[in-house]
Each structure stands twice: as structure tokens, then as C-alpha cells.
């Protein structure tokens, strides 16, 4: 583990990444292909765009990866 | 930056990279590239898959069968990170690149935000692997010289339009002042 001042210089800067990539992805959503996807999906979308947690969001979709990362870019908000 | 010869692909950057129109660059990088079983039955879209498959012919790529004992320290390396809030959900396909890339020794290629985020905070968990994700991959060819006509914020721009995967803007100023090439 990282020194603790070094750990928390980390954690501030992953804080401002996931700020500017929940941004993105809100700003950049395609909302009327989401709306049209199926319920599952359209959740684990719109849980995509709040959390980023891909590996969360591809569960609640209960669909593959590579499946859900192509939805992802359908409806623009794919970030890393 | 110095990286290892060699590199373990996780199947959320390969379904990227294959998208990039220079992605071949990644055979001037490392001279071998490996990836498990578990972690190729996630890719299914034509592109990647035939990305790989080009990998395999030509004799870059080896796909890494399965094995009991690297299982037991994936399982182990997942139980650690879901006891730190700070890192997101890693699942077993990207935990077992993790620990192949720590047996071999390798740079471990992923977008997984759970593996990225616990290997700087659990960096004796990967040792030596090192980990990047794509972005830090373009800085590192930028800072090669191995794309002198592009420069980093165009190769980013580019990576971008054929992957439709966005970067934070933050986070390219921090990788390219990490690279030397802002």
C-alpha cells in the first residue's frame, strides 16, 4: 500500500477522474437508444453512467462483455 | 519507462484495441503476448476476435490454458479488493491476468478500473507485473517515437474516434507529464 499522504493524493485524483468521466458519460449519453433498450439493459446503463463499475453494470445487464462494452459504445458513454 | 518483453492481454482492452487502426504497433512493443482461456471466451464480436486471431497466426500470441493453482490466487487477489471500497468489482477472467502477468513477469493490458486502482494500491499483490491500460500504452508509443508524425493529443483523439472510448481529460494531462511528452 502506498504511503498514506501519497494514497490520499491517489484517491483525490481517481475522485476528480470518476467526477469528469460521470460528466462525459451524462453529457454524451444517447438517451433515445437507451430508452429503446429493454429494462436490464437500461438499467445497468444508467447504473454504468452514475458508478463506472463496468464489471456491475455488465451483470445487472446479465449480458457477455464484449456484448455489453459494444452497447456501451452504442449509446456513448463507454469511458476508461 | 522501461515495459517487459512480454504482455498479457485482458479482454477489455483487446475489444478496444483491435478497433485502432495502428494496433499492430503493440508487436514493436513486446515481442510476446499471452492471454488465458477464461479471459478469450469473453471476446465474441468479430473484430477483436479476428484481431486475435491474426496474434495467433502469427505466432505473437499464445493463449494460456487454465490452471488450478492460478485460480486459487485469483480468488485470493478478488477477496482482497472487495475488502477496499475504493476499488471496483474484478471479476475471475481479469484476476487470472493479473496473476499470469505476475508468474511471467508481464505488463498486464487492461481498461478493468478494479484491476488498475488495486495495483497501485497493492502493488506487492502484482509484483513484478506492471499494469496500463491503453492510455498509458499510447503515451508510452508516443514517447518511443514509434508515431513521430502524431502527437499525443492527436493519437489520443484517434484512439478515441475508431474505439468510441473516452478518456478523462485529467487523467491524459497526468499520463502525458508522467511520459514527458505534454
Known amino acids: 500500500m502506498p504511503e498514506n499522504s501519497e494514497s490520499s493524493d491517489l484517491i483525490e485524483e481517481w475522485e476528480l477522474i470518476d467526477r469528469e468521466l460521470r460528466e462525459l458519460r451524462k453529457r454524451r449519453a444517447d438517451w433515445d437508444f437507451i430508452r429503446k433498450l429493454p429494462l436490464e439493459l437500461r438499467e445497468a446503463i444508467e447504473v454504468y453512467i452514475e458508478r463506472g463499475d463496468l464489471r456491475e453494470a455488465q451483470h445487472i445487464a446479465d449480458a457477455p462483455l464484449d456484448e455489453f462494452i459494444e452497447v456501451l459504445r452504442r449509446a456513448k458513454v463507454w469511458t476508461g | ?182
Open chain 2, 1 to 182: 519507462m522501461s515495459l517487459p518483453s512480454t504482455c498479457v492481454l485482458d479482454a477489455c482492452f483487446i475489444i478496444d484495441w483491435s478497433r485502432w487502426r495502428r494496433r499492430h504497433l503493440i508487436k514493436e512493443i513486446f515481442s510476446a503476448g499471452f492471454m488465458p482461456e477464461i479471459t478469450l471466451r469473453e471476446v465474441i464480436t468479430e473484430k477483436p476476435l479476428r484481431a486475435l486471431r491474426e496474434l495467433i497466426l502469427d505466432g505473437w500470441l499464445t493463449i494460456y490454458p487454465h490452471f488450478r493453482e492460478l485460480e486459487e490466487e485469483a480468488v485470493s487477489l478478488i477477496l482482497d479488493a472487495r475488502r477496499d471500497p475504493r476499488i471496483p468489482r474484478i471479476d475471475p477472467p481479469e484476476a487470472l491476468c493479473s496473476i499470469l502477468a505476475r508468474r511471467l513477469g508481464s505488463a498486464l493490458l487492461t481498461e478493468n478500473r478494479g484491476i488498475i486502482r488495486a495495483y497501485w494500491l497493492m502493488r506487492e499483490k502484482f509484483s513484478p507485473a506492471i499494469v496500463l491500460n491503453s492510455l498509458r500504452l499510447l503515451a508510452y508509443i508516443c514517447a518511443r517515437g514509434l508515431t513521430p508524425e502524431t502527437s499525443f493529443p492527436e493519437l489520443i483523439e484517434e484512439y478515441e474516434r475508431d474505439s468510441n472510448h473516452s478518456f478523462s481529460p485529467s487523467e491524459v494531462r497526468a499520463v502525458a507529464r508522467e511520459f514527458g511528452i505534454e
